[in-house]
């Protein structure tokens, strides 16, 4: 029996519980139920989900202070790939918990997390993206959900998948964390595979923009492709590195955009979520390229010294490194904490990088995939970094003064 029909079957056997305690109730199945990350997760949230068939009337209840609220639910279908995704999404006040209804058929209740005070706690994953299947993520993705089910969101930096116009990845992505995706909810990080066809060409990310439907930022012509949020005491911001790929206009727009967002919150804690690195690395066998910075990080960095950032999480490069705090291109307990994450997938750069002067800490070698923890209150980061197997392997803590 495959996971999703395991999914399936559990769930049919809750709905046949509830139909056994009274309710004339038909069980809805749908599929790749998630809760997408809003504004502000204290107040709300989005859900999204898919369907066989189209729905006559979806809506979201919501359990809110022992009563229930009605949501209703936006037809947010999309073709990619030459497949129509028959896609519902929500936006919901937050409660204790939330099913899918449509006329007298409903999903079984699952858990909204409710995020009060200055406490929070992510995962994060580095690129998942895999080669000949998505087993490598899930096994390493499952680990880290049953690991710290107390966790408030996950941030993926990026590369979800190899291709983002292949529809087979993209439910492969979702399928192996299915069972997670209704009850925590989700930051994703656009990567520069999200915008490449199945023939390795250039284009908008579709999928990934039509998945996940993230906080609008406001500006028209990259609307959703860079966002922020609230979580705890963490003001938390995903940005877009793909100039490369979808054009340089975004640069601007972009640090005009983070400029404003960072000088209006008013949360202890600014992170960043970005997927191309700030650091240039040598390449073994290619002597001509020079060890420095890159134009993420010529861009960059000094905006993030300048609008009061603590930590940067990046992605691309599929090594973990620590780089501690660096402030002016130089190690400087003054500036943020730099760390670039990892991969959480099965593709893998062996030898390819010659260690950065700036590295302090990096992954034991051959490298292995990983996963990254990340939690505070009002006066405390701390971030851990793991194995697959549990193992930790670095660990980094942040105060405020």
Not at 63 to 69: A, D, F, M, P
Not at 162 to 188: C, H, K, R, Y
Not at 233 to 252: K, M, N, P, T, Y
């Amino acid at each position: 029996m495959n996971r999703r029909t395991f999914i399936k079957v559990a769930a049919v056997s809750v709905a046949a519980l509830m139909t056994g305690c009274g309710s004339d109730e038909k069980f809805l199945d749908v599929k790749f139920l998630r809760q997408i990350v809003t504004k502000d997760l204290s107040t709300s949230r989005c859900i999204m989900w898919q369907v066989e068939k189209p729905l006559k009337n979806p809506v979201v209840e919501v359990k809110i202070n022992g009563e229930i609220k009605n949501f209703s639910a936006q037809d947010s279908s999309f073709t990619d790939d030459g497949k129509k995704n028959i896609q519902y999404t929500a936006a919901i006040e937050i409660g204790d918990e939330y099913r899918i209804v449509d006329g007298d058929a409903a999903t079984a209740w699952h858990e909204l997390k409710n995020i009060s005070g200055d406490e929070f706690k992510a995962i994060i994953f580095p690129d998942s993206q895999c080669g000949g299947g998505y087993d490598t993520w899930g096994q390493v993705a499952r680990h880290a959900f049953e690991n710290n089910g107390d966790a408030d969101f996950f941030v993926n930096i990026g590369d979800l998948v190899d291709n983002g116009e292949d529809s087979v990845q993209w439910e492969d992505w979702l399928t192996q964390i299915e069972n997670f995706l209704p009850t925590m909810s989700f930051a994703p990080v656009i990567g520069n595979h999200e915008t490449y066809t199945r023939d390795w060409k250039v284009r908008q990310p579709v999928a990934y923009l039509n998945y996940f439907a993230t906080p609008d930022n406001g500006i028209k012509n990259f609307s959703r492709q860079f966002y922020s949020f609230d979580c705890g005491a963490a003001h938390c911001v995903i940005l877009d590195s793909q100039w490369d790929e979808l054009g340089r206009d975004i640069i601007d727009a972009q640090k005009n955009w983070l400029r404003q967002d960072l000088n209006s919150t008013v949360k202890p804690w600014k992170i960043i979520f970005i997927h191309k690195d700030v650091l240039q690395y040598r390449i073994n066998g290619r002597p001509e390229r020079r060890e420095g910075f890159s134009e993420v990080g010529e861009i960059f960095m000094p905006e993030f010294e300048s609008l009061g950032v603590d930590a940067v999480f990046t992605a691309h490069l599929h090594t973990y490194r620590n780089r501690g705090r660096l402030k002016n291109f130089h190690a400087d307990e003054a500036g943020p904490l730099y760390i670039l994450t990892g991969l959480s997938g099965n593709v893998r750069y062996g030898g390819l990088w010659i260690d950065h002067a700036l590295d302090k800490v990096i992954a034991p070698q051959p490298e292995t995939d990983n996963y990254l923890t990340l939690e505070g209150d009002e006066e405390i980061l701390s971030v851990k970094c793991f194995l697959p197997n549990g193992e930790l392997i670095d660990e980094t803590t942040l105060q405020k003064s």
